[in-house]
């Protein structure tokens, strides 16, 4: 099979993502119907210059992104495969233009008829900076409830913040621990707000979740990527990785492949997907490890918050291997889904992370449950539709509300569990 040119083979390509301008790029929708298409797909970015805005899915429409230069490869590749896809936008940047805009102008909409402080306003995606002001207002308010702490530094320097939340005061490990990380790939900004939404909900609100917070704690990294989370706000918003450089030309590892457990090189530097040069060689993944080890004894849950795809997804994925305690995470995910469903959300599908996404090592979940956390999941978020790799300002809200009735169930069933 012709294979189309790595991305680091690619030069024009990577100028125009270096840039942070995708007037090179192209974006299509596919939509593989048999378990071999899904399979070519899924094997494809570690060949191509493919960037995939949605988990590939049977029977279900993904955004695809590629670089306009390898049109006739793409095309070849597609019908190749017999893949239905189309072409729906020839220039990718006046659709991201287009989503800066109206997202900057619902903004200054919103501070114009609110009298309320714009960080307790789930109307507009916040920067770094308005998240980890926020994480302090609530640190000097709430002294009882919560701490935060910068846990870790990134290689450019800012800060990793957690938060803590617990109606004792402080986390003595005695009672079963919620452990979430949201943002570990920068332009997951809808990941990011639903975590921020959910603080400020049990923070500000606390006396109405006492299934959740009465009989369990909360250790949170809001941002697990804040040099690649900032990159995203200030130049090119569909950074995925971190800001480390890795070789003269190219920066960044995914840190969802950067973890010890199954570790193992994905691709070359360029990519996406590019698992380091070694596992857990970046300092926010060793930033978290060292966090999860210093409360592990008592994790019950663990979350990961991404976007998009709608699922819920269980280890383990770094190959086509259940977990021994299958029945029970499907049974706890399935939980969460219907709740979900009956506040009005959306259908997710809830499984094994490899048999209905796709297999990942070196990924946080499965590192999670490989230090004996029984119940790691993967959440994909519901996505934007085609204006935009991220939501519409304007939908955020429902998205995080939507989000926020997931978190309650697994928090409720935190508190059942036991701890040594």
């Known amino acids: 099979m012709k294979s189309l040119a790595v991305v680091c083979c690619c030069l024009v390509a990577l100028a125009f993502a270096k840039a942070g301008s995708y007037h090179g790029f192209e974006l299509y929708t596919v939509r593989p119907e048999t378990q071999e298409q899904l399979t070519e797909l899924l094997r494809w970015p ?7 805005w949605d988990a590939p899915k049977l029977n279900r429409e ?11 490869a793409v095309v070849n590749f597609l019908e190749r495969h017999d893949i239905d896809y189309e072409l729906v936008v020839e220039d990718v940047q006046e659709l991201l ?69 617990s109606t ?24 990011v707000m ?9 923070v500000e609100h606390s006396d ?36 480390s450089q890795v070789s003269i030309l190219c920066y960044g590892v ?33 930033t978290m490890v060292a966090l999860m080890d210093q409360y592990k004894s008592a994790i019950r849950v663990y979350l990961a918050v991404h976007t998009y795809g709608e699922l819920i997804l269980w280890p383990w994925g770094y190959d086509f291997i259940h977990s021994d305690n299958a029945a029970d995470l499907q049974r706890l995910g399935e939980q969460a889904r219907d709740a979900l469903v009956a506040a009005g959300g959306p259908t997710y599908e809830v499984g094994n992370s490899a048999d209905i996404l796709y297999t990942a090592s070196g990924a946080t979940d499965d590192y999670a449950h490989s230090l004996g956390v029984p119940f790691a999941y993967t959440l994909e978020l519901t996505g934007g539709g085609l204006e935009g790799f991220d939501l519409p300002a304007s939908e955020l809200p429902k998205v995080t509300a939507d989000t926020f009735e997931l978190f309650k169930v697994f928090g409720q069933h935190a508190g059942t569990l036991t701890v040594p």
Request: glycine share 4%.
């Open 168 to 191: 004792n005061g402080v986390i003595d490990q005695s009672r079963p621990i919620v452990f979430i990380d949201g943002g570990i790939h920068a332009r997951e900004w809808a990941g």
């Open 254 to 286: 995914d840190l969802n492949r950067n973890f010890a457990y199954q570790w193992e090189w994905t691709s070359s530097e360029c990519t996406n997907n590019y698992a380091g040069k070694a596992a857990e060689s970046e300092k926010e993944t060793q």
């Open 97 to 165: 233009t287009k989503e800066k805009r109206r997202n900057a102008e619902h903004l200054r909409r919103v501070r114009r008829d609110s009298n309320s402080r714009a960080t307790i306003d789930f109307d507009h995606f916040w920067p770094l900076e308005e998240i980890y002001d926020y994480l302090d207002e609530l640190a000097a308010a709430y002294t009882g409830l919560v701490r935060v702490s910068e846990v870790g530094t990134t290689h450019e320097g800012r800060p990793i913040k957690a938060i803590t939340i």
């Open 208 to 243: 109405q979740y006492a299934a959740q917070l009465t009989n369990a704690d909360y250790v949170i990294i809001p941002v697990l990527n804040p040099d690649g989370y900032s990159y995203t706000h200030r130049e090119n918003r569909l950074w995925r990785k971190n800001r």
């Open 62 to 72: 993904s955004r695809m992104m590629t670089a306009r230069t390898d049109r006739k």
């Open 46 to 52: 570690v060949q191509a210059d493919v960037d995939f």
């Open 194 to 202: 639903s975590v921020m939404y959910m603080i400020h909900e049990f």
